[in-house]
T-cell receptor, first 118, second 115 residues
C-alpha cells in the first residue's frame, strides 16, 4: 500500500513551452499532496502544498503563476510549469501522507519527474 | 522556522560494518516527528525510519536504528551490517505536528558502502 506515482518520469521540452506533471495516489486518498524540487546533488526543497478543493499554498520565493498546481481529485494533483526556461530544469517530486494507522504523518513519495528545458 | 542540519556531506563504510549518520535540528515545537529517508541512484525517496518526539524509546527497523536525544535535538541513524544496497543519499527530515505535515529536509549525507 501507500504507492504514489508520477507521470511522466522524464520530459524534454523547448524553452517557452508548458509542461504538466501528474502525481497520483494509487491506493489511498490524499487531501493534501506536496511538490518538491531537487537540483543535482542538493536536498529537496518544498515548493507548494496542494489541497484538494482549494488553492495551493506556495512557499516563499515560488512563483504561483509559473508553477500552477491543481488538486483535481482525492487521488490526483498536477503541477504545470508554464513558459518553462532552462533554469526550471530540475527533478520534481511529489509526496502524500496516506493516513495509515500508526503512520498518519508519514509521507510517501512519487518516483520523481526529470525536466530538461532546452 | 525549523532547520535540519546534516554535518557529514559524505561518508563511507566497509560492507558488514556499522556506520552512524548525524542529524541535528532546531525547533521550539513540542509536537513533531523525525524521519530518515533514503534516496538511491534511482532517486526514489524511501522511508527508512520515523520517530515521534513524544516517544522516549528509540525507533528501530531491522538493521536501522536511531539515537534520539531530544534535549540535544539530535537524531542520528545507525546502520548495522552495512550492505552494498545501502549506498545512497540519506536525508534527515523534520515534521511539525501542528503545521500540516510539511517536511523540512537536511542537506543530505552521501553514503558509500564499499565491498
Amino acid at each position: 500500500g501507500a504507492v504514489v506515482s508520477q507521470h511522466p518520469s522524464w520530459v524534454i521540452c523547448k524553452s517557452g513551452t508548458s509542461v504538466k506533471i501528474e502525481c497520483r495516489s494509487l491506493d489511498f486518498q490524499a487531501t493534501t499532496m506536496f511538490w518538491y524540487r531537487q537540483f543535482p546533488k542538493q536536498s529537496l526543497m518544498l515548493m507548494a502544498t496542494s489541497n484538494e478543493g482549494s488553492k495551493a499554498t506556495y512557499e516563499q520565493g515560488v512563483e504561483k503563476d509559473k508553477f500552477l498546481i491543481n488538486h483535481a481529485s482525492l487521488t490526483l494533483s498536477t503541477l504545470t510549469v508554464t513558459s518553462a526556461h532552462p533554469e526550471d530544469s530540475s527533478f520534481y517530486i511529489c509526496s502524500a501522507p496516506p493516513g495509515l494507522a500508526g503512520l498518519e504523518e508519514t509521507q510517501y513519495f512519487g518516483p520523481g519527474t526529470r525536466l530538461l528545458v532546452l | 522556522a525549523q532547520t535540519v542540519t546534516q554535518s557529514q556531506p559524505e561518508m563511507s563504510v566497509q560492507e558488514a560494518e556499522t556506520v552512524t549518520l548525524s542529524c541535528t535540528y532546531d525547533t521550539s515545537e513540542s509536537n513533531y516527528y523525525l524521519f530518515w529517508y533514503k534516496q538511491p541512484p534511482s532517486r526514489q525517496m524511501i522511508l527508512v525510519i520515523r520517530q515521534e518526539a513524544y516517544k522516549q524509546q528509540n525507533a528501530t527497523e531491522n538493521r536501522f536504528s536511531v539515537n534520539f536525544q531530544k534535549a540535544a535535538k539530535s537524531f542520528s541513524l545507525k546502520i548495522s551490517d552495512s550492505q552494498l544496497g545501502d549506498t545512497a543519499m540519506y536525508f534527515c527530515a523534520f515534521m511539525n505536528g501542528n503545521a500540516g505535515n510539511m517536511l523540512t529536509f537536511g542537506g543530505g549525507t552521501r553514503l558509500m558502502v564499499k565491498p
